[in-house]
């Protein structure tokens, strides 16, 4: 094997850190000689027994991150209600900009003097009621 090129010979090294047999282990942030058993979801530390407080959806550090990923828990909390809410707000935007096409297909039907206007207007509503259901399919989705 040619390892003269640093490309492959960063991939060679790449290759032997993370290869599946290789294990990594972690010591206490606080306790340098204590294997770590969690990571604090704020900081990322390793942590021993010792320096973690269990809180409600994750591992703090016991002294000082505890505020924190009681915040980072609510935070987590409020999006997934806040996109429950986008998606039903998407759904009526969706009826409303459909309910626009027509009437303005409609109103192309019914007033001949008007239907240069209406037409196109009636297929940028439609457009726009298409485009918004796709969003709120990926909201959906997501």
């Known amino acids: 094997m040619n390892l003269s090129r640093p490309k492959m010979a960063g991939l060679l090294f790449l290759n032997l850190i993370f290869s599946p047999s290789t294990q990594i282990f972690m ?3 606080n306790h340098q000689t204590v294997p770590a058993v969690a990571i604090c979801k704020n900081c990322n530390k390793g942590l021993c027994p010792q320096c973690l407080t269990e809180v409600e959806n994750g591992i703090a550090c016991t002294s000082t991150c505890v505020e924190e990923v009681k915040t980072i828990n609510a935070l987590i909390s409020r999006n997934k209600n806040l996109t429950k809410r986008a998606t039903g707000n998407y759904n009526r935007a969706v009826f409303i900009y459909f309910a626009m096409a027509l009437l303005f297909f409609y109103s ?14 009636g297929a ?4 726009i009621s298409i485009w918004t259901l796709i969003a709120a399919l990926k909201v959906k989705k997501a």
């Open 27 to 29: 010591n206490c942030y």
């Open 108 to 121: 192309g039907f019914t007033y001949a003097g008007l239907r240069y206007y209406m037409f196109p207007a």
């Open 124 to 127: 940028i509503f439609l457009f």
